[in-house]
């Protein structure tokens, strides 16, 4: 007899259960918080003649699931989570068809009749999850790395493709250093050969140097006769690249 177990995890409320049968609901939202003494009075009203009929199904709540999974899948029952994307598709499909948009105890009661081949079994953390969580971190600040950086190479193309050839698409700490106090291609010429290459070698550690800084005085004076605008004049480009540059690379650097 295939009894399955759904728990509807809360994070500071209380959590609700619902019991099923081969798909049957024997009862449904019993209350109880993770405590020792609710899980046990849980456990044993649930009567269970052999451990392993049991299936307990859960949706990774933040972190409070995994005390409730563990403790299950101490008692021997199997413990399997809904995937993220299952549950989205289903509180997409609840949001249209019922008044809430919650996936409760008794529909996960019912998943494993629904969409067996849809659910993970929970094995245990294991060593793996902590790299798991730090690999996912790493590739969500990849994403917001290069969508800056994106929004950089866009901005940059507004003074000119000889600054970009000249910075090199290379968005180290000295290109952006360079970007937040120099954009401006009026500073550029003020500033000067030599006081630049001072500048660029403090900051690249030596790796750029007096060719580099040749250059960007070049793409400096090139984005002036862009724009049409003589050494005197003010910088009057309607979409102000110099201040956007310097927003961009404090929030890269």
């Known amino acids: 007899m295939a009894l399955t177990l759904g728990i509807d995890v809360a994070c500071r409320a209380a959590h ?21 003494a609710e899980l046990e009075r849980l456990w044993d009203d649930l009567e269970l003649a052999d451990p392993a009929e049991l299936t307990v199904v859960v949706e990774p709540t933040r972190n409070a699931w995994i005390v409730v999974a563990e403790w299950f899948r101490r008692r021997g029952a199997k413990v399997v989570m809904v995937p993220t994307t299952q549950s989205s598709d289903l509180r997409k499909y609840y949001s249209k068809h019922t008044k809430n948009d919650r996936i409760d105890s008794e529909l996960l009661a019912r998943l494993p009749l629904l969409h067996p081949e849809g659910l993970r079994e929970y094995s245990g953390q294991g060593p793996a999850d902590p790299l798991r969580r730090l690999t996912k971190q790493r590739s969500t600040m990849v994403k917001r790395r290069t969508a800056v950086f994106a929004r950089l ?8 493709p000889a600054w970009y050839e000249a910075i090199n698409a290379r968005y180290g700490i000295a290109a ?19 006081r ?14 007096e060719d580099r800084a040749a250059a960007l005085i070049v793409a400096a004076k090139e984005a002036l006769a862009l724009w049409g605008i003589g050494d005197g004049d003010g910088w009057t480009s309607p979409s102000s690249p110099p201040t956007s540059h310097m927003r961009l690379s404090r929030h890269c650097s």
């Not at 609700?16 to 020792?36: M, P």
């Not at 190479?153 to 000119?160: P, V």
């Not at 952006?176 to 050969?193: K, M, S």
């Open 16 to 36: 609700q259960a619902t019991l099923a049968v081969e798909g049957k609901t024997v009862w449904r939202g019993r209350k109880f918080w993770t405590r020792s």
């Open 153 to 160: 190479d866009a901005l940059i193309e507004l003074l000119g």
């Open 176 to 194: 952006l250093e360079f970007l937040a106090r120099y954009a401006d291609p009026h500073a550029v010429i003020r500033l000067g050969q030599a």
């Open 196 to 209: 630049l290459t001072r500048f660029l070698i403090a900051r690249s550690r030596g790796a750029w140097r």
